[in-house]
């Protein structure tokens, strides 16, 4: 009996943290971010940014541009070893490569919105410049401990990365007015949370069902646990329609629209629109609240329909599809991986976390980072096991380090690094990036301890000068018996 | 007889061109053997830095996308 008992304690668990992973403010960042990652894989084209990553690149043209295609291009791992592979070979070199490598995770849109989504937007913001700036360092680093090996270039044409193009006025279009859905829906200000109007439909059993809803999936809100809403229970429903007609209308979408097409496009933003509002169940039905929010969401849900019909159909056909890819590749398995990560929180002691990485030490810092390491999480699952970390009591700074090793270095990434640099570099770089990683959690956790800027800015000086200090000491002793 | 090879490390993208690649074959009625090619080295050997491939008889005629089957006879009737 105490089996049985404990089982059903785990998979409510389960259930509970899926349930507040599907509440409104999480749909309403990672829908949008979905289509915007799709219109960047498909719209944008990549010779936009790949012919500043040419073998004659100057340095401060080169890194920046490694950086902007890691989270332009790189949402799809159909991009990212190819144009990992092809920069390291044909073009710029070792350094950029690595830069694309590093950045590509943490700084592609759709890691980006589901993190500040869960984590709040002040951490997905450090994790952004934390990433960019130790992405480049990590990048210039091993281009000189390994400048011999760059000499070693395919001697081939630059034809690859001649190739110009531009990003069309529909495209930008496209992309600017998603991205304010993104902010729209997400942005916590009066404007956007304030009640216009309210309309209570006569739905006598709203508030039956909020009991029953309550009672199938039991939290604990000291704890952190949301329970799930009516307004939860309509967002779930509407998602399971959206991905039966997705099935049907996108599957083959390269080769036309069908009915099922825009049934799915329409329940979409039906589905964003109803997470805008605010549903309360009432003894006489379910109130509406318009808020100001669901205005705003629909309004610039307007305006990427007005971009979109300028899109050429050979451009929003890719564009879907790349949407729908995304949705399957990526949601069936975070929906399954926020499943357990609620059972395993069930399980974990809160003592445990805070006694190991509860404050910002060197050594809860080292954890973290190998923790990330030796884990293999898929695309954003990383992020709910963050924020289980989190609600157990981990502190922010160890947080920062474990997030920024864990999609950095996984068993996948290594292997495919390794097939094309080779094992030397390969080690070098996690190396590189667990110490990278230590270092920029102690200074985020400082930081959030409120520890004065400047010593910030004098451990980041400190930390960079002894790496440097050292690096120098290795390359003279690797060159020393060369000259002897 | 076409010679058509399928450039891609076995994600989403490259699957879907191999089915349109084929659907596109037999409704033209043309003759061809696919040959799926994973491997990295023999990938970059092509000029591309984004899959999925398609090359019909050694030529690599996209990248990157998946075409429709329309482009695709054209391309077989082509080359």
Same mark, same amino acid.
């Given at each position: 009996?105490?089996?049985?008992?404990?089982?059903?304690?785990?998979?409510?668990?389960?259930?509970?943290?899926?349930?507040?992973?599907?509440?409104?403010?999480?749909?309403?960042?990672?829908?949008?971010?979905?289509?915007?990652?799709?219109?960047?894989?498909?719209?944008?084209?990549?010779?936009?940014?790949?012919?500043?990553?040419?073998?004659?690149?100057?340095?401060?043209?080169?890194?920046?541009?490694?950086?902007?295609?890691?989270?332009?291009?790189?949402?799809?791992?159909?991009?990212?070893?190819?144009?990992?592979?092809?920069?390291?070979?044909?073009?710029?070199?070792?350094?950029?490569?690595?830069?694309?490598?590093?950045?590509?995770?943490?700084?592609?849109?759709?890691?980006?919105?589901?993190?500040?989504?869960?984590?709040?937007?002040?951490?997905?913001?450090?994790?952004?410049?934390?990433?960019?700036?130790?992405?480049?360092?990590?990048?210039?680093?091993?281009?000189?401990?390994?400048?011999?090996?760059?000499?070693?270039?395919? #001697?081939?044409?630059?034809?690859?990365?001649?190739? #110009?193009?531009?990003?069309?006025?529909?495209?930008?279009?496209?992309?600017?007015?998603?991205?304010?859905?993104?902010?729209?829906?997400?942005?916590?200000?009066?404007?956007?949370?304030?009640?216009?109007?309210?309309?209570?439909?006569?739905?006598?059993?709203?508030?039956?069902?909020?009991?029953?809803?309550?009672?199938?999936?039991?939290?604990?809100?000291?704890?952190?646990?949301?329970?799930?809403?009516?307004?939860?229970?309509?967002?779930?429903?509407?998602?399971?329609?959206?991905?039966?007609?997705?099935?049907?209308?996108?599957?083959?979408?390269?080769? /036309?629209?069908?009915?099922?097409?825009?049934?799915?496009?329409?329940?979409?933003?039906?589905?964003?629109?109803?997470?805008?509002?605010?549903?309360?169940? %009432?003894?006489?039905?379910?109130?509406?609240?318009?808020?100001?929010?669901?205005?705003?969401?629909?309004?610039?849900?307007?305006?990427?329909?007005?971009?979109?019909?300028?899109?050429?159909?050979?451009?929003?056909?890719?564009?879907?599809?790349?949407?729908?890819?995304?949705?399957?590749?990526?949601?069936?398995?975070?929906?399954?991986?926020?499943?357990?990560?609620?059972?395993?929180?069930?399980?974990?002691?809160?003592?445990?976390?805070?006694?190991?990485?509860?404050?910002?030490?060197?050594?809860?810092?080292?954890?973290?980072?190998?923790?990330?390491?030796?884990?293999?999480?898929?695309?954003?699952?990383?992020?709910?096991?963050?924020?289980?970390? !989190?609600?157990?009591?981990?502190?922010?700074?160890?947080?920062?380090?474990? !997030?920024?090793?864990?999609?950095?270095?996984?068993?996948?990434?290594? !292997?495919?690094?390794?097939?094309?640099?080779?094992?030397?570099?390969?080690?070098?770089?996690?190396?590189?990036?667990?110490?990278?990683?230590?270092?920029?959690?102690?200074?985020?956790?400082?930081?959030?301890?409120?520890?004065?800027?400047?010593?910030?800015?004098?451990? !980041?000086?400190?930390?960079?000068?002894?790496?440097?200090?050292?690096?120098?000491?290795?390359?003279?002793? %690797?060159?020393?018996?060369?000259?002897? | 007889?076409?010679?058509?090879?399928?450039?891609?490390?076995?994600?989403?993208?490259?699957?879907?061109?191999?089915?349109?690649?084929?659907?596109?074959?037999?409704?033209?009625?043309?003759?061809?053997?696919?040959?799926?090619?994973?491997?990295?080295?023999?990938?970059?050997?092509?000029?591309?830095?984004?899959?999925?491939?398609?090359?019909?008889?050694?030529?690599?005629?996209?990248? /990157?996308?998946?075409?429709?089957?329309?482009?695709?006879?054209?391309?077989?009737?082509?080359?």
């Amino acid at each position: 009996m105490a089996d049985m008992d404990t089982f059903l304690h785990l998979m409510n668990g389960g259930a509970g943290n899926l349930a507040a992973y599907l509440a409104a403010h999480v749909l309403l960042c990672l829908l949008p971010a979905f289509f915007i990652a799709g219109a960047m894989a498909a719209l944008i084209p990549k010779a936009s940014i790949t012919r500043w990553l040419g073998r004659s690149a100057p340095y401060r043209v080169s890194y920046p541009a490694a950086a902007t295609a890691g989270s332009l291009l790189a949402v799809c791992s159909c991009t990212i070893v190819p144009l990992f592979a092809g920069v390291y070979k044909k073009g710029a070199g070792l350094g950029p490569a690595i830069t694309f490598l590093f950045f590509a995770p943490a700084g592609n849109v759709l890691a980006l919105a589901y993190t500040g989504g869960i984590l709040g937007a002040e951490f997905a913001f450090a994790r952004l410049v934390l990433s960019l700036l130790f992405g480049i360092g990590i990048g210039m680093l091993m281009a000189m401990l390994f400048w011999r090996d760059d000499d070693t270039h395919d #001697q081939q044409t630059d034809a690859l990365f001649a190739e #110009q193009a531009r990003i069309g006025p529909a495209t930008t279009g496209v992309l600017l007015s998603l991205v304010a859905v993104l902010i729209a829906g997400t942005l916590k200000v009066s404007l956007l949370t304030t009640t216009v109007g309210a309309l209570t439909l006569p739905l006598p059993w709203a508030e039956a069902w909020q009991a029953t809803l309550f009672q199938w999936v039991p939290f604990d809100a000291a704890k952190g646990e949301e329970g799930v809403s009516v307004q939860g229970s309509l967002l779930i429903i509407l998602l399971l329609l959206i991905g039966l007609s997705a099935w049907k209308g996108l599957e083959n979408i390269v080769e /036309g629209a069908n009915r099922w097409t825009w049934i799915a496009l329409g329940l979409t933003a039906a589905t964003l629109l109803i997470a805008a509002m605010r549903l309360t169940p %009432r003894a006489d039905g379910l109130e509406f609240a318009l808020t100001g929010r669901a205005l705003a969401v629909g309004l610039t849900l307007w305006a990427v329909l007005h971009h979109a019909r300028q899109l050429e159909s050979d451009g929003w056909r890719a564009w879907l599809w790349e949407s729908w890819r995304f949705v399957k590749q990526i949601f069936a398995l975070l929906v399954v991986g926020v499943f357990i990560v609620g059972v395993i929180r069930q399980l974990i002691q809160p003592e445990w976390i805070q006694n190991l990485a509860g404050s910002n030490t060197l050594l809860a810092n080292a954890v973290a980072v190998v923790f990330g390491v030796f884990m293999y999480f898929p695309t954003l699952v990383e992020v709910p096991v963050a924020r289980m970390f !989190l609600d157990l009591g981990m502190h922010r700074g160890p947080l920062l380090a474990y !997030l920024m090793a864990d999609p950095e270095l996984s068993l996948q990434s290594i !292997l495919m690094v390794a097939a094309v640099i080779g094992r030397r570099k390969t080690f070098t770089y996690i190396g590189l990036v667990a110490v990278f990683s230590t270092a920029a959690g102690l200074l985020y956790g400082a930081w959030v301890d409120g520890m004065n800027p400047v010593w910030i800015a004098i451990g !980041l000086a400190v930390f960079l000068g002894s790496l440097a200090a050292l690096l120098a000491w290795t390359l003279g002793r %690797r060159t020393a018996p060369a000259h002897a | 007889m076409k010679t058509v090879k399928i450039l891609g490390s076995g994600c989403a993208n490259c699957k879907k061109l191999e089915a349109v690649a084929r659907e596109a074959a037999t409704s033209a009625g043309i003759e061809a053997e696919f040959l799926k090619v994973t491997d990295m080295k023999a990938i970059l050997a092509y000029d591309m830095l984004s899959t999925p491939g398609l090359v019909i008889d050694e030529k690599l005629v996209s990248s /990157g996308r998946i075409p429709t089957q329309a482009e695709i006879r054209q391309w077989m009737v082509v080359s």
